[in-house]
């Protein structure tokens, strides 16, 4: 520890690298040697660096070896300070090197990939991703990439210093979340709308609702996924919604023969008489409209309706 006062008080440079592109703070840490990389830290914030390859590697390896050690060590093994650290590298990162190459790692390698302690890690550190206009945040990353319980963690922590803040990163950027739902259900992706279920979607949310007012209940009924049916239901999805067509959910289940969501569905809600076309469509338009936009359970209404097949298909 003396002799590296020693060296920087006679202007050694702290960003300085070796043959193999080392920075000196990254020796100390990687030995244990907190007072000697505090010191370093403290340095570089002072000193700008003369070269890019010095801040390059702080970002490309040092701070990614500190994420990754932090995220594998057990946790009676980790203190405070290696979160200090941790926290003065990201500063430093933030102060010289620009946060892209970061925030590019942070949301597509740790956050896409479900790495759950890494990204802990780095939000203790006090890190976060402010996404430009438009662009995706790391919630919204999980949602679209199923990763259920990074959505979870990511909606359960607070700001650093600010428990009644959520942080940059833990809101839904590019599309509300209410959307992502409609995006899996027209996809029929289990785990994006789990997912999105499970980061406070409203499956009756008007965002949540696809072209001709379908829910996604309706989406996942078709598609004859029970399991999702269920979990729609369990959270609040209503049963007696109609799409556009004045098709709810249980005339999907039975167009396509899915008498066991048929039978779940009706004990929670009694369905409608099958036979009453809603009066703001009249015959003429009621089937070429529902064939044009592929709403099978329209049609299949329209034929238990009328009752006679080939006058159906003259009107079509």
């Known amino acids: 520890m003396q002799t590296t006062r020693l060296l920087l008080r006679y202007r050694a440079d702290p960003w300085v690298v070796d043959d193999h592109g080392v920075l000196a703070c990254e020796l100390a840490l990687k030995h244990g040697h907190f007072d000697v990389t505090e010191l370093m830290l403290t340095q570089m914030r002072t000193k700008a660096p003369t070269s890019d390859n010095a801040p390059r ?64 890690a780095m939000l203790r550190a006090g890190f976060d991703v402010v996404p430009g206009e438009g662009q995706p945040s790391a919630l919204d990353i999980a949602i679209e990439s199923g990763q259920e319980e990074m959505a979870k963690f990511l909606i359960s922590v607070p700001a650093l210093g600010d428990a009644h803040r959520s942080l940059q990163c833990a809101r839904c950027r590019s599309a509300t979340v ?89 004990n929670i809600k009694t369905m409608p008489y099958l036979g009453n076309i809603p009066d703001t469509k009249l015959h003429a338009t009621y089937l070429p409209d529902a064939i044009k936009e592929g709403c099978c359970a329209a049609v299949w209404r329209y034929v238990t309706a009328l009752g006679d097949i080939d006058k159906v298909g003259q009107l079509a």
């Open 57 to 120: 590697r702080l970002v490309g390896h040092v701070v990614r070896w500190w994420c990754d050690h932090v995220a594998n060590e057990p946790e009676e093994l980790l203190h405070d300070r290696w979160f200090d650290l941790g926290k003065g590298l990201i500063e430093l990162a933030r102060q010289y090197t620009g946060m892209r190459p970061l925030n590019e790692w942070f949301l597509e390698d740790r956050v896409r990939h479900g790495h759950l302690q890494s990204v802990r």
């Open 178 to 266: 209410h959307a992502h739902l409609r995006k899996a259900a027209e996809l029929e992706d289990t785990k994006r709308a789990t997912t999105a279920l499970t980061a406070k979607a409203d499956p009756n949310h008007t965002t949540g609702k696809a072209h001709g007012n379908r829910t996604a209940l309706m989406a996942f009924t078709a598609a004859g996924n029970f399991d999702m049916v269920q979990r729609l239901v369990a959270s609040g999805a209503q049963v007696g919604w109609y799409d556009k067509f004045g098709c709810g959910a249980v005339h999907y289940a039975r167009i396509f023969g899915y008498s066991e969501i048929e039978a779940y569905l009706e």
